[in-house]
């Protein structure tokens, strides 16, 4: 390790800290528990700069190398699988909230030239009345979807980058 990098230490009773309690199956198989990511983003987001070692603390009486390589490989793997995830789930956001955008704007331009032409006939009248709310509702869903989930979406995809970035290591806490 180097020890000028900044690190990120975490306290574990035992090797099933990292796993969910709810997956039956083998320790490698399992899903990563939500209270050891959450735990990380606590972490995380108490220091200035990004940590580039993440130290898992075990007593020394749980330990054993083998497992140790074992799910610091599935943990380096998980991190780079739900990066991706993230960015995919970005970018579709993204698309969606730009394509309700300017569906939104198209719905509101049929309704002004419907306006602007006066066209007083019946059907026109009644396609007024639907197109003017559902041309701002289109608008403002489309709006909040590239504000707000990006941004939300950011955070995640700076979160999994972080630690995907990180070279994992075991100690002993004693």
Same mark, same amino acid.
């Given at each position: 390790?180097?020890?000028?990098?900044?690190?990120?230490?975490?306290? *574990?009773? &035992?090797?099933?800290?990292?796993?969910? &309690?709810?997956?039956?199956?083998?320790?490698? @198989?399992?899903?990563?528990?939500?209270?050891?990511?959450?735990?990380?983003?606590?972490?995380?987001?108490? @220091?200035?700069?990004?940590?580039?070692?993440?130290? *898992?603390?075990?007593?020394?009486?749980?330990?054993?190398?083998?497992?140790?390589?074992?799910?610091?490989?599935?943990?380096?793997?998980?991190?780079?699988? !739900?990066?991706?995830?993230?960015?995919?789930?970005?970018?579709?956001?993204?698309?969606?909230? *730009?394509?309700?955008?300017?569906? +939104?704007?198209? $719905?509101?331009? =049929?309704?002004?030239?419907?306006?602007?032409? !006066?066209? /007083?006939?019946?059907?026109? /009248?009644?396609?007024? $009345?639907?197109?003017?709310?559902? +041309?701002?509702?289109?608008?403002?869903?489309? *709006?909040?979807?590239?504000?707000?989930?990006? /941004?939300?979406?950011?955070?995640?995809?700076?979160?999994?980058?972080?630690?995907?970035?990180?070279?994992?290591?075991? =100690?002993?806490?004693?």
């Amino acid at each position: 390790m180097n020890a000028k990098a900044p690190e990120l230490s975490l306290w *574990l009773d &035992d090797f099933d800290d990292i796993y969910s &309690d709810f997956d039956s199956r083998h320790f490698l @198989k399992r899903r990563v528990s939500e209270d050891f990511l959450h735990e990380l983003e606590l972490a995380l987001a108490g @220091k200035e700069k990004p940590a580039s070692n993440l130290i *898992l603390l075990l007593p020394e009486d749980k330990r054993s190398v083998e497992k140790e390589r074992d799910i610091v490989t599935n943990l380096q793997q998980f991190f780079k699988n !739900q990066y991706t995830r993230c960015l995919r789930e970005h970018r579709a956001t993204f698309q969606k909230g *730009l394509l309700l955008l300017l569906t +939104g704007m198209c $719905v509101m331009a =049929a309704d002004f030239i419907i306006s602007y032409k !006066q066209w /007083q006939h019946i059907v026109f /009248q009644l396609l007024r $009345v639907l197109m003017e709310p559902c +041309g701002w509702f289109l608008i403002w869903i489309g *709006l909040e979807k590239l504000y707000y989930d990006v /941004q939300k979406h950011r955070k995640e995809i700076a979160r999994f980058l972080t630690l995907s970035k990180m070279t994992i290591h075991f =100690a002993s806490s004693e």
